[in-house]
């Protein structure tokens, strides 16, 4: 199975200060079909994973700019620029590539 | 607007079974594939199954497979997800998702004597 490794496990951060997630995959993430199948999630506290990021880069549907990802192959990105209180929580990557699909294990997303 | 609401979690012996439902709305349910999800108390998200739009093709990890089955019925826009055999280690919270857009509230699950 696909081993997603984040890091930190837990980032600690003050308002308006930019942060970054790393993933890193145990295998390319690159999919026969020229697609990237790795993804960010968000979890708030007490509610369930919303998506931000999909193949990669893609900021999904009504989630803010500050939000980006990158990377490519085995090692992936997410990047806050300028945390806001409502950022707080967990984020998971998650791989869609290889079955079974995985989750990272998660970095826990603080105030300092 | 798009709503995915679970039911059907509860307390559960070992061994036994229990069936999940998702109940899906503002989305016409039948040209997406959809999953369960589950996380355990204070652990983080496992995937448990997916299903193709018409329901032939249905995906597992091995920690679940041949004890889970997961089905649809598009004309009702709903999902299930039937679990027998049922461990301890199988008690979580259990999440319906369209993936990975949108995501229910999820449901408990609580398998224990």
């Keep these: ?112 | 607007e798009v709503q995915l609401v679970e039911s059907g979690g509860g307390l559960v012996q070992p061994g036994r079974s229990l069936k999940l439902s998702c109940a899906a709305s503002g989305f016409t349910f039948s040209n997406y594939y959809m999953a369960w999800v589950r996380q355990a108390p204070k652990k983080g998200l496992e995937w448990v199954a997916t299903i193709s739009t018409s329901g032939s093709r249905t995906y597992y990890p091995d920690s679940v497979k041949g004890r889970f089955t997961i089905s649809r019925d598009n004309a009702k826009s709903s999902l299930y997800l039937q679990m027998n055999s049922l461990k301890s280690e199988d008690t979580a919270t259990y999440y319906c998702a369209r993936l990975w857009s949108f995501w229910g509230p999820g449901t408990m699950v609580t398998v224990s004597s």
């Design chain 1, 1 to 112: 199975d696909v081993v997603l490794t984040q890091t930190p496990p837990t980032l600690s951060a003050t308002i308006g200060q930019s942060v970054s997630i790393s993933c890193r995959s145990s295998q390319s993430l690159l999919h026969s079909n020229g697609n990237t199948y790795l993804h960010w999630l968000l979890q708030r506290p007490g509610q369930s994973p919303q998506l931000l990021i999909y193949l990669v880069s893609r900021l999904e549907s009504g989630v803010p700019n500050r939000f980006s990802g990158s990377g490519s192959g085995t090692d992936f990105t997410l990047k806050i620029s300028g945390v806001e209180a409502e950022d707080l929580g967990v984020y998971y990557c998650v791989q869609g590539t290889h079955a079974p699909w995985t989750f990272g294990g998660g970095t826990k997303l603080e105030l300092k």
